[in-house]
């Protein structure tokens, strides 16, 4: 069964530092979706992706975020800077279309 | 706007008994309605969804949920609790036919006792 894959599953990062979280979408999906989820929180959205654009961020998703498809295969989310308080479970989700959003294992990231 | 009130951050039951989690949501669109469960140190896995149509659904592990228009909800119910179903569950809503955006509740974790 296809599914979503997200490398690495534990991140560990210096304040202040870049990071970039990966992501393999469904192979035949066209759109693509960040979440994170803040310990003991909900989950929350950050940006969806398609036609090779953003289609939608919510207001977590400041400057210090972005995401790019390099390669066709790849959905990666960098965070320029981080800070102690992006410390999360990422989730990385990817879509055909036709309402069903299917999730990868996140990476939790966090930051010292 | 979309939100999600999912009402017990915790809730407890026996093993063999009814599982009931509430959900209740606001949509200035038709709500897509969807139930996931995350185990410990796992991913989100859908466990049902309501888009159009019957407003009962039947997802996997033998989970139901009801479509009430009238009352906002779309509440989980299971007729008798598993150990194996303790989890966190979310509910989550969308208003569009695009999957993926979802705005979540703030999830519910489910307890089985033995």
């Known amino acids: 069964e296809p599914e979503v894959t997200q490398t690495p599953s534990h991140q560990v990062t210096q304040m202040g530092q870049e990071v970039i979280l990966r992501c393999v979408p469904i192979s035949n999906h066209l759109y693509f979706y960040w979440y994170r989820q803040i310990l003991g929180q909900k989950v929350e959205f950050l940006v969806s992706f398609y036609n090779n654009e953003i289609s939608e961020k919510s207001e977590i998703f400041d400057d210090q975020f972005s995401v790019e498809r390099p390669d066709g295969s790849n959905f990666t989310l960098k965070i320029r800077s981080t800070k102690l308080e992006d410390s999360a479970m990422y989730f990385c989700?990817?879509?055909?279309?036709?309402?069903?959003?299917?999730f990868g294992q996140g990476t939790r990231l966090t930051v010292v | 706007a979309q939100s999600v009130t999912q009402l017990g951050s915790h809730v407890s039951v026996s093993e063999g008994a009814l599982v009931l989690l509430r959900c209740n949501y606001s949509s200035s669109v038709p709500p897509y309605l969807f139930w996931y469960v995350q185990y410990p140190n796992q991913g989100l896995q859908l466990l049902l969804k309501y888009t159009t149509g019957a407003t009962l659904v039947k997802g996997i592990n033998g989970f139901e949920a009801e479509f009430k228009k009238s009352e906002t909800s779309f509440h989980l119910t299971k007729p008798s609790a598993h150990m194996s179903d303790a989890a966190e569950y979310f509910c989550?809503?969308?208003?569009?036919?695009?999957?993926?955006?979802?705005?979540f509740g703030q999830g519910t974790e489910l307890s089985v006792k033995p």
């Open positions: 989700a990817s879509s055909n279309g036709q309402l069903e959003a299917f």
């Open positions: 989550a809503v969308s208003g569009s036919n695009q999957g993926g955006k979802l705005i």
